[in-house]
């Protein structure tokens, strides 16, 4: 058996040993009397039979390796006791002072083998631990919420009676919480709550053990030393303390140390032209792409740049076709050069709008990857036009078109200067032909399909991960603004999402046909887009709000502006709708406030949202203010005229910027005390550490 002491990584946070036992694969344990968590082995199913990973002769496969994001990466590797021709490679990654540790499985054979399926379904465990003597909690990061239109966080209690009727819940998150400390168990992968990829079994003894539920992978896969199998990183992290301090070493773990793309967490400040263009089409009756052209774009980009943006996104329409993704020459005439010559001198980056999964017929991509094409049930789907540019077929991204994909976008950042990708209309599901990279002809078409939809996130988070790696500035969004989409904690890994579009459409609400104008609800200036875009900010406990893209409207009047200022500096920090149209003072509005916010951003992003009082009533307070600094804001809504009181959790920093009416004295111990009047609905803000 093994020689634990030769295999114990102590961090400042806790201490790591691997033991290699049947019972306990490997064990974390916070501070020196804290609970001691037991990892169980995964178990793999090879050739018929139940492996699981009990290990000897476990060594250093090689030195550790340090990555740019200030985590450190250790790898063993070791051989089954069971059957010595197949070896599991065990990589943690740590960072020391952070909770938080990810781990990975790598499943390798030097003699040919296959897993299995035995019973038809797949038969994989990823591990195992007791919650016993804990409350748990299951934290559910994908369930859609039609009222708002967008993904939430939910967290649920898992009361006793689960436990004793063998519940399976998704997760991704398991939390347990004893009198002393709180734990959590996850997993990075990602799809639309109930359609469980993976869950969590329960047991009356209090052991939640994490499983493979459908696609984790196909019978007959090969293993050899060629092909091994990798699994989902997992998440583990105990804490002194309640869920609360969980909770929030969490956020920290999410925004230093889950990826190593660091662009990507950073605040800045983004406008995308789609709201106008959509409004053009559908208040106007122009066509969707009548606006994408150089002078409308320049007029855009200045206004823009008066108003604080940073990071300007040209949303469909920029280009020729899908798939070889040239600038359109007969919409700007120089390739974008006037347009990214007039962002470099304001100190503001390009982005631009892709469907990663479309290539036009005649694109040289497609034509060079004809056999990539989704296919259901032995059929292709039919080429479609593409936001009014030419039919394109609809691409698999677990193919060998994935490489090619990531190329294309590599191009672009040398030749166009874009740093920046919004990834649009990626369906979870849709292809089940053989011949790509997710079934052979001799697995089910349901099989083929299932294991499409598993592995699609992680080619996306590949392609992502390979642009960074040699674009290192580049920052990629992935639009889940519809349902059945890959969200989880799988795609933060390597990006960040596009949370809300226009909101709910008046569909979900059962508003008749004959009032609409436009396909969307919120798209009007006043309190309600507000209200729900907001909404989903309870992510924030968890990840960090600037995760969560959400595009609020400059439209004047003011009251309207500061309520959608008041919301975006919460941390989803995006801007879309008429720049042009804007008054001088709404602009100058825009440009001052979020010039004060650019002071304290670092510490908005940092800390952790304080709600007082319900989305949409009155009032509505947010406090986020950084312990350590004191600096941050707090951000008052009301829609019921009268006064409001707040006094901060937080001692702050005692400069600070205020909208006009906002009264702001300080306790005796360095607390603010606001005090807010309204006659209407608005919103007002305090800006702690920051100056005018």
């Known amino acids: 058996m093994l020689d634990t002491t030769l295999l114990s990584i102590p961090t400042s946070a806790y201490t790591l040993t691997v033991e290699g036992t049947a019972t306990c694969l490997w064990s974390y344990q916070a501070g020196a009397n804290g609970r001691v968590v037991h990892i169980a082995p995964p ?64 499943l390798l054979s030097d003699a040919p083998r296959h897993l299995t399926k035995s019973t038809g379904v797949d038969a994989l465990t990823y591990g195992a631990v007791s919650t016993a003597g804990c409350a748990v909690t299951e934290v559910r990061f994908s369930e859609f919420n039609e009222m708002v239109h967008s993904f939430c966080l939910v967290e649920a209690e898992v009361p006793e009676r689960d436990f004793e009727n063998g519940r399976a819940l998704m997760g991704p998150m398991i939390v347990g919480q004893s009198e002393e400390q709180s734990f959590l168990l996850a997993y990075e ?59 929030a070493a969490y956020r920290r773990f999410v925004l230093t140390h889950q990826s190593q793309n660091l662009e990507s967490r950073k605040p800045y400040i983004f406008y995308n032209t789609w709201a106008y263009q959509e409004r ?45 993704w040239r600038v359109n020459r007969q919409r700007f005439s120089d390739g974008l050069r006037t347009v990214k010559a007039r962002l470099d001198g304001y100190g503001m980056k390009l982005g631009l709008w892709f469907s990663p999964t479309e290539a036009a017929v005649t694109s040289v991509i497609n034509q060079q990857h004809l056999d990539c094409h989704i296919a259901a049930q032995g059929k292709e789907w039919t080429p479609h036009p593409v936001w009014e540019t030419e039919d394109s077929h609809n691409m698999c991204l677990v193919s060998r078109y994935r490489e090619a994909f990531a190329e294309e976008l590599i191009r672009l950042v040398q030749d166009v200067g874009v740093t920046y990708f919004k990834w649009d209309a990626i369906g979870q599901y849709g292809c089940d032909a053989p011949g790509h990279q997710h079934g052979a002809a001799d697995n089910t078409e349901q099989e083929r399909a299932d294991n499409y939809a598993f592995q699609l996130g992680l080619a996306m988070i590949e392609v992502v991960d390979r642009l960074c790696h040699a674009c290192p500035e580049a920052i990629v ?29 008046f569909g979900s609400y059962d508003i008749p046909d004959v009032v609409r ?27 960090p709000s600037v995760l969560f893209l959400t595009h609020y409207l400059p439209d004047d009047p003011a009251d309207s502006q500061l309520i959608n200022i008041a919301s975006l500096i919460l941390g989803q920090n995006g801007i879309w709708g008429d720049l042009p149209a804007i008054s001088d003072d ?17 510490a908005v992003t940092a800390s952790t949202q304080l709600r007082t009082g319900v989305v949409g009533g009155s009032p509505e307070i947010y406090e986020k203010i950084e312990d350590e600094s004191g600096k941050g804001v707090v951000c008052l809504f009301a829609n019921a005229r009268g006064t409001y009181t707040y006094g901060t959790a937080q001692v702050v920093d005692r400069s600070f910027a205020a909208t006009d009416g906002a009264a702001v004295a300080f306790d005796d111990k360095g607390r603010a005390v606001i005090t807010c009047s309204f006659d209407k609905p608005g919103a007002h803000i305090v800006f702690f550490g920051a100056t005018g």
């Open 586 to 602: 709404g602009v100058a509005r825009f440009g001052t406030l979020l010039g004060y916010y650019k002071q304290v951003r670092d």
């Open 280 to 324: 053009n089409q559908s208040w106007h009756g122009a066509a969707f792409l009548d606006s994408m052209y150089e002078e409308r774009i320049l007029r855009e980009i200045d206004v823009a740049h008066r108003m604080g943006v940073e990071v300007f996104v040209l949303d469909t329409g920029w280009y020729e076709k899908t798939g070889d």
């Open 517 to 543: 104008n436009w396909c969307n609800i919120f798209v009007w200036p006043g309190p309600a887009r507000g209200w729900v875009c907001r909404t989903p900010l309870t992510y924030d406990r968890w990840i």
């Open 477 to 505: 969004d992935f639009d889940v603004t519809e349902g059945g989409r890959f969200v989880g904690l799988g795609f933060l890994s390597a990006g960040k999402y596009f949370l809300i579009n226009n909101g709910p459409y």
């Open 43 to 106: 178990v793999f199913e090879v050739d018929g039979q139940s492996l699981p990973a009990v290990l000897h002769e476990l060594r250093f496969v090689t030195d550790p390796v340090s990555f740019r994001n200030g985590v450190w990466e250790y790898r063993f590797i070791g051989s089954f006791i069971a059957d010595p021709r197949l070896g599991l490679e065990i990589a943690f990654r740590i960072a020391d002072g952070d909770p938080v540790l990810r781990v990975q499985y790598v």
């Open 189 to 247: 992968h990602g799809s639309q709550a109930p359609d469980a990829f993976l869950q969590f079994h329960l047991d009356a003894a209090h052991t939640v053990t994490l499983r493979a539920r459908k696609g984790n992978y196909v019978h007959g896969q090969p293993l050899s030393a060629e092909h091994t199998y990798r699994t989902l990183w997992l998440q583990v992290a105990a804490v002194d303390g309640p869920v609360a301090a969980l909770a």
